[in-house]
Every structure is written in C-alpha cells, then in structure tokens.
C-alpha cells in the first residue's frame, strides 16, 4: 500500500473535464455535509481520466479513474478561478489507487472508465461492475499552442474531520471542444442523484490528451464555517470550447 501522506505525480492523462446544472438541485444539496456550502446554482463536476501506462505515475502505475462532486461556496481553489469541490464518488480501476485515496477520505468505488476518440468523436463512459453508469459524447479538435493551468481544490471527510487538498495541474486542451450529450443511465444507483437538467447547461469544460497534475503530500483541517462568503462568478470556458446540448441524464 502506498503511504497515503507521499505526494503522487501523474503526468500526460486523457482527460475529460467538466461541469453542469442538475436535474435535482435538493438532491446534490443533500449530497454536501455539515460545515459546506454549494454553490447557488448546485454545480456539478465530473472528471473522467485514463492513464495508459505505469511510466506516467510516480508510483500509482497505469489506470482509469472517474470523480464526481459538487462545486462549493467560499473554497476557491488559489489563483480564485476554480471553484472548491466537495467529492461525492470517487470510481476506480485500481486497487493501489483506492487505497491510497480512500486513506484520504475519498469516497472510492470500484469500477472502470474508458475515453474513446475516433476522428472528431469523443465517447466516454463509466461503469461499476460492469454496469454502465455515465455516458458522455463530445466534439473535439486538435491540441494547439494553448496551456491550461492551476489549481484546483476539493474536500473530502476522514474521522469526522474535513480535510482539504490543492491539486495542481497543467493540461494541453483541444480546441474546438462541445459537449453533445451527457446521460445517467441507472435510475437505482445513488450517483443517480447528480445528473444533469434537460437542456443540458454546462458551467466549464475541457477534453485534454496530454494532462498532468499532482496529489498533494499533506492534508489540511478544513475549519467548519458558520455563514459563507458571497458567491464569487464561476470561471466559463468560452462557448467555442464548451457548449451545451440537448439530451441529458434527466
């Protein structure tokens, strides 16, 4: 088992990132513990990543990996651009990976992610034993000159603490880049919860062949706050690399 206080690196991951409106905003709300805030308008993320090979980590070796959350009030992640994420699942191929992150106090699942791209088709899909959960479908381009980068940080709960961890991350993404269709294909399934409205509304997005980011070595108490601080815009992709279709989960 990886000691779950060691920094990990992974570098060079196919990376499918994105967020939305959802169906049932009462429902994500209920998702968020005592001591954090969503969003007003219940923003939910997802990150679906595959990592071919073990040369491309500092010791998780190859795997795919899919989290989903909720976008927070009043944790922005440094830099102020990314909204702070309080993570709902946390879906894994590996094992190694699972047990390092749910020593954090991920909330780890097992299951698997595939990203596939065929000319300007992107299909991604996650699944838990071996039941397809999320299917998203995207329009995607060629990777130009562009670098995005930064930080991002989420929260997560380990013995009744709130810990907090900034992850930061340079990606290379495509351009242009439109996300067709996201759909929850299991009504019984509690992920179930955070699908998105129809018309699929989506906050930020991105696909990245080539993303690179870093789990931080130490955790942090997050402080439990009483009133948080008023909502600060969230940062857009601009509509030419981030578009809303119109079939959804709901």
């Known amino acids: 088992m990886l000691d779950p206080a060691a920094p990990q690196l992974v ?13 049932d905003p009462d429902a994500v709300a209920a998702l968020v513990p005592p001591g954090l ?10 990150n679906q990543y595959i990592v071919d090979d073990e040369t491309q980590t500092s010791g998780f070796g190859a ?28 879906v894994a191929s590996s094992r190694r990976v699972r047990e390092y992150a749910v020593a954090r106090g991920a909330p ?8 596939e791209v065929s000319g300007e088709a992107l299909a991604s899909e996650t699944e838990i034993d071996r039941v397809p959960l999320i299917r998203a479908q995207c329009r995607v381009g060629d990777t130009g000159h562009v670098i995005s980068s930064g930080h991002h940080r989420y929260i997560t709960r380990r013995d009744g603490q709130l810990l907090s961890s900034v992850y930061p991350f340079v990606a290379e993404p495509v351009a242009p880049f439109e996300i067709e269709s996201v759909e929850f294909l299991q009504p019984g399934h509690p992920i179930y919860a955070l699908r998105p409205a129809n018309p699929l509304t989506i906050g930020f997005g991105y696909y990245s062949p080539r993303s690179s ?6 955790l942090s108490v997050h402080p439990v706050v009483v009133e948080p601080e008023p909502a600060r815009s969230i940062h857009q ?3 030419s690399l981030a578009r809303s279709g119109l079939p959804s989960g709901s």
């Open 11 to 23: 570098v060079n991951s196919r990376t499918l990132y994105f967020s939305w409106l959802p169906a």
């Open 37 to 46: 805030f969503p969003r007003p308008d219940h923003q939910v993320f997802l």
């Open 63 to 90: 795997y795919s990996l899919t989290y989903l959350g909720v976008s927070l009030l009043g944790v922005d992640a440094p830099g102020g651009l990314n909204p702070g994420g309080w993570w709902t699942h946390y």
């Open 108 to 115: 780890v699942l097992a299951g698997r992610t595939r990203i």
């Open 213 to 218: 980011f870093a789990y931080p070595g130490g």
């Open 237 to 239: 992709v601009p509509a």
